[in-house]
């Protein structure tokens, strides 16, 4: 169709969300969620009738000492013990950072298709054949260490190497590998192909074209990523600790086993806060290099 055909009423006719496609499509969504919400027994009503017992779950016992969450405690001591066992829980975070780093880069490039035709170029049978092999492998390696929650890999290593923190980095570090490895090769599939093309004609070798010519490219995205990444094993690393790996998350597991409420807010206060600063921290230095 020629620009000349393009009238306003064709536009319109186009652009008009009540296609039958469209429809379709509405109806579809409808009818999975209606599906899903009488399913999962969701109810509204229940949720209504059921808000007084939670806040009489917040509200704690009179009669009991540090049974309601409001006032949070602030002995003194306590504060100092919760405030070491966040700065673990960061440390803990950021050695799983690393770990995920070195595992999920590499392991993105061989699950990125267009990487791949650098690393073995050619349309012959092996080479597309092989191509499809490490994609395969690197895939399926991604996605065991992305779709076992962090608390079952940290139970896994908590049998491993025994309770305490290091059990906690490794869960991180595995699962934030997968994920790490899906996010960063979606970014590399969506590079512009022109600066590869250019160093490939020259000669060039794959580590070099990875580094003049897809890093330049994805650094914006892989810092972004990284960020988002950390962000969200802090928050992870603080419920490791129910399993006995380490970190704020065993005082918190601690104080709701035993209904010490007063302690289980000044915990989330401290946990809140952090992440709070470690967002605008991430703000920063996105502003910075993206």
């Known amino acids: 169709m ?3 055909q393009i009238t306003p009423e064709y536009l319109q006719k186009k652009s008009s969300p009540f296609q039958w496609q469209n429809l379709l499509i509405l109806v579809l969504i409808s009818a999975v969620y209606s599906t899903s919400w009488l399913n999962t027994e969701m109810s509204v009503g229940s949720l209504i009738d059921g808000w007084s017992h939670m806040q009489s779950y917040i509200v704690g016992n009179p009669d009991i000492e540090g049974s309601s969450f409001f006032p949070p405690s602030f002995i003194v001591y306590d504060i100092r013990l919760y405030l070491k066992a966040m700065l673990e829980t960061i440390e803990m975070a950021v050695v799983a950072l690393f770990i995920s780093i070195a595992v999920g880069f590499p392991l993105s490039l061989l699950a ?3 990487i791949l035709k650098i690393l073995i170029p050619g349309r012959g049978i092996l080479a597309r054949g092989l191509r499809r092999i490490l994609y395969t492998i ?3 390696v991604a996605n065991v260490f992305r779709s076992i929650n962090e608390i079952v890999w940290a139970l896994l290593f908590v ?7 290091m059990a906690g980095i490794l869960a991180l570090g595995v699962h934030t590998a997968g994920v790490l490895c899906k996010l960063l090769a979606e970014g590399n599939e969506a ?4 600066p590869v093309e250019a160093l490939t ?3 060039a070798s794959f580590p070099k074209i990875i580094v003049y010519a897809v890093l330049p490219q994805t650094m914006p995205h892989f810092i972004s990523m990284v960020l988002y990444r950390f962000e969200s094993d802090v928050r992870s690393a603080s419920i490791l600790g129910f399993v006995g ?3 704020i998350g065993f005082y918190l597991f601690d104080k709701v086993r035993a209904f010490e409420n007063a302690d289980v807010t000044t915990i989330i206060i401290i946990i809140v806060l952090t992440v709070w600063l ?3 921290l991430s703000a920063g230095i996105r502003a910075k290099f993206i």
């Open 138 to 140: 690197a895939m399926l």
């Open 245 to 247: 790996a380490g970190g």
């Open 159 to 165: 049998s491993a190497v025994g309770l305490g923190p």
């Open 2 to 4: 020629t620009s000349l």
């Open 112 to 114: 990125s298709r267009n």
């Open 191 to 194: 590079i512009d192909p022109g």
């Open 278 to 280: 470690i967002d605008k």
């Open 201 to 203: 004609a020259t000669g």
